[in-house]
């Protein structure tokens, strides 16, 4: 026989799969989920019977740590010991269990995440209210299992007197399934249990009237009644906690924020240390110094304020950007008839009552055997003491004990069980105070298996009696409410004044793109003036803004999309750099390019505020200004344009102007603003102006009243004044007049054969011409010659020949 012949092929796939589940089904039911009756991990369970098994009780000096890790390592619990010791540490640990299961001595570790001192060092004991897990478990109320080498019996669940699953919550996590159940206020739990098995009918709701939700035992603010109820209803759910804190005035007007209370599992040097980073980063401009003054008097951490910082600002930002305040998601997960389940509050309350109903049953049959059999012992011995001397007579005439005891069994009817504890009775039993007290205690007996009876056979009995010592476990070991609900999530809303400090500044953006932010003190030790703010060469200044780091600039595109970019995000540099590519700043399309920039402080500012896009195929569009709010950083649309349509200009108005479209033919409409009605962002606008095939506008003009001229410039830089009186209001969507004449002709000199802007002007308006081959005129409209609305202008800037003119704006 070959050796290949000993083996069977198999499938990787099957074999991981069938390992792997095994595994899974291991990790699921006995280690990182707890039982629904006891509320305990098999570690912890193990963990506290063998300290209960080895005496190691409250009312016993403490013992070595390390001594009940052995025990539960060698009889129970066949891992590592620091498994074992950590499941320990964490029960000894106050900021994490509602109460205690063990009373630790020694270090057990902080708040701040120190470990626990090693086991050789530190001591234990069970604590009082882990008795009561404990309680009645030697009187058969719950199953043992053999341990794993067969050398000791363990229980598979402990009887468990108050519903510790609530009270001291759990996390785990195992393959598949992870658990997550907050700790609850013991009284409250208990209050809803009694309620629950009077009226077993009761819905959530009136549940809720008992416990109104998790109780922390690091205290703290929880927020959100609907996460609450969401997670008792169907186990999943989530909440806020936020730590409690106040902000107190300091002489001198200064005023410091004071965190007495944290977030459950929240690690307050961790805390400590992201806040004092916040300070250091300088993040926030106003925090002087975080100590962490904690000490026997409890948690207490103070943030130091500069003077006249936002104290609310800053709290609400540290409660924003830190563990101060952090998200807890319930998942109730429990071991329910050795499966997973995900539970509502009222099946976990459910379980545990029939959990209840079982062990007070077993525990009142254990007693009532034990009774019954002590009564059938006191029936023997008060008869025989009635007939005492032919008893004696009978064991004299015996031969041996056996005999005497089938003797008395055969001659007066005695059982087994009575013959042998009248030959073992004691001569000075036979006193008549003795026989009297026998007769009290079989009285007595019988009035307590009659009790016991009743409570196996009424279930109203059996209620009242779990009932009862719930109500003292209540009055003995319930504490005080430590977390406060609040129904409403706050909504943490963080001024730019806290993180931003308020500076004027000069925000320059280029014809190339270029973009940059100048102090004032840079702009004035470059001299002072405009014009010698730094460009690349052929580049030039096209807006440029005097606005404050609060402020925002709202970037509108020619593909009709637009960018909020706050002023701080803008990247400083002295006045003469030449700035970053505005692509480093928001995602500005390649093909894109940028039309308009408008600065605003707030959306709500001013309600009446509309921005008025013009296109270059002469719709206009009027939306109010609050629907561009945004929070994203990237393009958002802004107007819905047609096929080849551009945005030309968007404006800020206030809907009482009129507005003067003039196109590239030399036609030029005036018409009210009010014509144009509001409408939502993404809409596509009115006709402004009805335009010949082969035109558009080429600029958009805000007029009022009839002063001032009306200043056009054509592509070869001639250009002429018009008064606006000769511009009459007209109706929206119009053919228009003409405003320029181009003169044609083989032997006159052209004046151009298009217009490329126009300038509204009432007094002075310095411009620049930039040509298409970067050549730059700067000229003022006063040079323009005043004329009829429909002339050929002068000369204002000299165009090379096969150059024109393609940019007009006002310098700034």
């Not at 291991?26 to 193990?46: C, F, S, T, W």
């Not at 107190?248 to 240390?273: A, D, F, M, N």
Request: overall charge neutral; aromatic content about 6%; charged content about 30%.
């Amino acid at each position: 026989m070959s050796m290949l012949e000993n083996f069977l092929p198999a499938f990787l796939e099957e074999v991981v799969g069938d390992r792997f589940g095994r595994y899974s089904k291991y990790i699921i039911q006995d280690r990182a989920i707890p039982d629904v009756r006891d509320g305990l991990k098999p570690v912890q369970r193990r963990i506290l019977y063998a300290m209960y098994d080895a005496g190691n009780t409250p009312d016993k000096p403490y013992r070595k740590s390390a001594k009940t890790v052995g025990d539960v390592m060698g009889n129970y619990h066949p891992h590592g010991d620091s498994p074992i010791y950590e499941g320990m540490v964490r029960m000894a640990q106050p900021w994490k269990m509602g109460h205690v299961l063990v009373d630790g001595h020694g270090n057990w570790g902080s708040q701040d995440d120190d470990p626990a001192a090693a086991m050789r060092y530190t001591e234990a004991r069970l604590s009082p209210i882990a008795m009561e897990l404990m309680r009645d478990i030697e009187k058969r109320t719950v199953q043992f299992k053999d341990n794993f080498d067969n050398t000791a019996k363990e229980p598979v669940v402990l009887p468990a007197r108050f519903p510790n699953l609530l009270v001291n919550g759990v996390s785990g996590i195992s393959a598949g399934f992870a658990t997550e159940i907050p700790p609850h206020n013991l009284r409250e739990v208990i209050d809803a249990c009694i309620a629950l098995m009077e009226k077993p009918g009761l819905t959530l709701e009136e549940i809720r009237l008992f416990i109104k939700g998790p109780d922390f035992p690091t205290g703290g603010i929880i927020m959100g009644e609907e996460g609450i109820r969401e997670a008792y209803e169907t186990g999943k759910g989530r909440i806020y906690l936020r730590s409690k804190t106040e902000i107190e005035t300091l002489r001198g007007g200064k005023q410091q924020i004071i965190v007495t209370e944290i977030p459950y599992q929240v690690v307050k040097s961790r805390l400590v240390s992201a806040m004092e980073n916040i300070r250091l980063e300088k993040k926030v401009d106003g925090i002087a110094e975080v100590r962490d003054e904690s000490g026997r008097n409890g948690l207490r951490i103070v943030v130091e304020l500069k003077k006249d910082a936002d104290a609310q600002g800053i709290l609400a930002y540290l409660l924003k950007k830190t563990d101060l305040q952090v998200t807890y998601n319930f998942n109730m997960v429990a071991i329910v008839n050795r499966a997973p389940r995900q539970l509502g509050l009222k099946a976990m309350l459910d379980a545990y009552i029939a959990h209840q109903r079982e062990v007070v049953t077993y525990r009142t049959q254990y007693e009532l055997e034990k009774l019954e059999d002590r009564a059938h012992v006191l029936e023997g011995l008060v008869k025989a003491l009635n007939i005492l001397d032919e008893v004696i007579e009978a064991i004299k005439a015996s031969k041996n004990r056996q005999d005497a005891q089938n003797n008395l069994q055969w001659m007066f009817g005695f059982t087994e069980r009575q013959a042998d504890a009248i030959l073992t009775l004691q001569l000075y039993r036979l006193t008549n105070l003795e026989i009297t007290s026998l007769q009290k205690e079989l009285d007595e007996i019988q009035k307590k298996i009659t009790v016991l009876r009743g409570i196996l056979e009424s279930d109203k009995k059996l209620i009242a009696l779990i009932r009862k010592e719930l109500l003292e476990i209540r009055e003995k070991y319930g504490i005080d409410r430590r977390s406060v609900i609040q129904d409403e999530v706050e909504e943490l809303k963080v001024n730019l004044e806290v993180l931003v400090a308020q500076e004027d500044v000069l925000v320059t953006l280029s014809h190339e793109g270029y973009i940059k932010r100048t102090s004032m003190l840079s702009f004035t030790r470059s001299g002072g003036e405009r014009e010698g703010s730094g460009v690349k060469e052929g580049d030039y200044i096209k807006h440029l803004f005097e606005v404050d780091t609060l402020q925002n600039l709202l970037i509108f595109t020619q593909r009709g999309q637009y960018f909020l970019l706050p002023v701080h995000q803008i990247p400083e540099f002295k006045w003469k750099d030449n700035g970053t590519a505005l692509v480093n700043v928001i995602p500005l399309a390649k093909e894109d390019r940028i039309v308009s920039v408008v600065p605003l402080r707030s959306f709500d500012e001013e309600p009446e505020l509309t921005l008025v896009f013009v296109t270059k195929r002469g719709q206009v569009k009027r939306t109010e200004l609050k629907d561009y709010e945004t929070k994203r950083t990237g393009a958002v649309a802004a107007c819905k344009l047609g096929d080849g349509d551009e945005v030309l200009s968007v404006t800020v108005s206030r809907g009482r102007q009129e507005i003067l479209l003039l196109t590239k033919q030399g036609m030029a409409i005036r018409f009210a603003e009010s014509e144009v009605n509001a409408m939502g962002r993404v809409a596509a606008g009115v006709r402004g102006i009805n335009l010949k095939e082969d035109d558009e506008v080429v600029a958009a003009l805000w007029v009022e009243g009839e002063e001032g001229e009306i200043l056009a410039v054509s592509d070869l830089g001639y250009g002429k004044r018009s008064l606006l009186l000769d511009y009459p209001l007209q109706s929206r969507g119009g053919k228009g007049l003409q405003t320029f004449e181009f003169k044609e002709g083989k032997r006159v000199k052209p004046n151009g054969s298009r217009l490329v802007g126009g300038v509204h002007c009432k007094e002075p308006v310095p411009l620049l011409a930039v040509t298409k081959e970067g050549r730059m005129h700067s000229f003022s409209s006063e040079a323009a010659p005043l004329a009829e609305r429909k002339s050929v202008g002068k000369a204002l800037a000299h165009v090379d020949k096969n150059d024109e003119i393609v940019d007009l704006f006002v310098k700034e």
